[in-house]
């Protein structure tokens, strides 16, 4: 894990947004949010590389944007 301020600022960001994300898929009972969600709180803990972790997360957010209930 790497103390950089940007790779703490994006857990922070992406950790908070998928802890809605899960909340919102478990009320729903929808599974994607509720997997996107871990995903968004989990990989910033494996993910180094400062580009790779905000590419990561954009990603996952477009699909959480894609997979959300209309």
């Given at each position: 894990?790497?103390?950089?301020?940007?790779?703490?600022?994006?857990?922070?960001?992406?950790?908070?947004?998928?802890?809605?994300?899960?909340t919102?898929?478990?009320?729903?009972?929808?599974?994607?949010?509720?997997?996107?969600?871990?995903?968004?709180?989990?990989?910033?803990?494996?993910?180094?590389?400062?580009?790779?972790?905000?590419?990561?997360?954009?990603?996952?957010?477009?699909?959480?944007?894609?997979?959300?209930?209309?």
């Amino acid at each position: 894990m790497n103390f950089d301020p940007y790779n703490i600022l994006a857990g922070f960001i992406f950790g908070t947004i998928g802890f809605g994300a899960l909340t919102y898929g478990k009320k729903l009972e929808l599974w994607q949010p509720v997997a996107i969600g871990v995903g968004l709180m989990v990989y910033p803990y494996l993910v180094s590389n400062i580009w790779l972790l905000w590419g990561i997360g954009t990603g996952l957010l477009l699909l959480l944007w894609l997979y959300h209930d209309e």
